[in-house]
Nanobody, 119 residues
Framework: QVQLVESGGGLVQPGGSLRLSCTASASIFSMFTMGWYRQAQGKERELVAAIPSGGSTTYADPVKGRFVISRDNAKRTVYLQMNSLKPEDTAVYYC?????????????WGQGTQVTVSS
């Protein structure tokens, strides 16, 4: 079992910035693809950004050019730097850790952190 602990959410004005952090309990953190998802009220959860253990990052179209995902394997932490925030970015943001092997798929979620963009 992998525990994910998120932090960094809060209330910010439009155009502002926030940085989310997610720290994992697993010593094999570096093997996981880490992702940030969000779920706005009344909507389905959607992928925001993902970063594999090696290779290029992925971003949802609405956040391209504004959000940056990064990871520090030594600290077992993944970050989401969110810039130029818009009211439509308001949602609960969830950290995800995923790993597929030849015999099993692992999928873990954090508890979520609220991000509210409002003046």
């Amino acid at each position: 079992q992998v525990q994910l602990v998120e932090s960094g959410g809060g209330l910010v004005q439009p155009g502002g910035s926030l940085r989310l952090s997610c720290t994992a309990s697993a010593s094999i953190f570096s093997m996981f693809t880490m992702g940030w998802y969000r779920q706005a009220q009344g909507k389905e959860r959607e992928l925001v950004a993902a970063i594999p253990s090696g290779g290029s990052t992925t971003y949802a179209d609405p956040v391209k050019g504004r959000f940056v995902i990064s990871r520090d394997n030594a600290k077992r932490t993944v970050y989401l730097q969110m810039n130029s925030l818009k009211p439509e970015d308001t949602a609960v943001y969830y950290c995800n850790a995923a790993l597929s092997t030849s015999t099993r798929t692992y999928d873990f979620w954090g508890q979520g952190t609220q991000v509210t963009v409002s003046s």
